[in-house]
């Protein structure tokens, strides 16, 4: 995928944000910041773009600029010593795929007590933190997403941004 200069202004914006930090704020230990799937030779970020931005810079919707301008920032921190890394694919989101392996979604609407909507299906090695993880993939003027409680791809306009359905994970291939 080819970053264009908006892209690149984003990616300087977004780390110019109050309440933001660089990619390089994040655990140096190698277990930490990456899990190995050996059985797909795929290098996974343990943190998706929500899990980021809540541990090191506060809340921020997900839009596809957005998590964009994350992955150029974790490719110019080289976080794990890599630069590499990009969006994945719907087929590679698959893989990490497990039925209610992941964090419960709660509804914080009930006054008596929060009631658990659903949980997600992200893999325990990975912290993905919402339904939809934006791909590298395009649909005609749409990207293609995952759905990490339905377990399929989904097509989305890339202008959502005010949604907080929208998560993102980066990874890299093994040689």
């Given at each position: 995928m080819r970053f264009g200069v908006p892209v690149l202004l984003l990616a300087v914006i977004f780390s110019l944000l109050p309440g933001t930090v660089s990619a390089g704020s994040a655990p140096n230990d190698p277990d930490e910041l990456v899990w190995t799937d050996r059985s797909t030779n795929l290098m996974w970020y343990r943190q998706g773009y929500r899990s980021y931005r809540k541990l090191y810079g506060g809340a921020q919707p997900a839009s596809w600029k957005a998590v964009n301008a994350w992955i150029y920032s974790l490719n110019a921190q080289r976080i794990g010593g890599f630069s590499d890394w990009r969006l994945p694919t719907a087929e590679e989101y698959a893989t990490l795929f497990r039925e209610r392996a992941g964090a419960p979604v709660?509804?914080?609407?009930?006054?008596?007590?929060?009631?658990?909507?659903?949980?997600?299906?992200?893999?325990?090695?990975?912290?993905?933190?919402?339904?939809?993880?934006?791909?590298?993939?395009?649909?005609?003027?749409?990207?293609?997403?995952?759905?990490?409680?339905?377990?399929?791809?989904?097509?989305?306009?890339?202008?959502?941004?005010?949604?907080?359905?929208?998560?993102?994970?980066?990874?890299?291939?093994?040689?």
């Open positions: 709660f509804d914080h609407r009930n006054r008596h007590r929060d009631v658990e909507l659903y949980r997600l299906g992200y893999r325990p090695e990975i912290k993905g933190l919402r339904r939809n993880a934006w791909s590298g993939e395009k649909q005609g003027d749409r990207i293609v997403c995952y759905d990490f409680v339905r377990d399929r791809p989904a097509a989305y306009d890339p202008s959502l941004d005010m949604t907080y359905e929208f998560d993102a994970l980066a990874v890299r291939a093994l040689p």
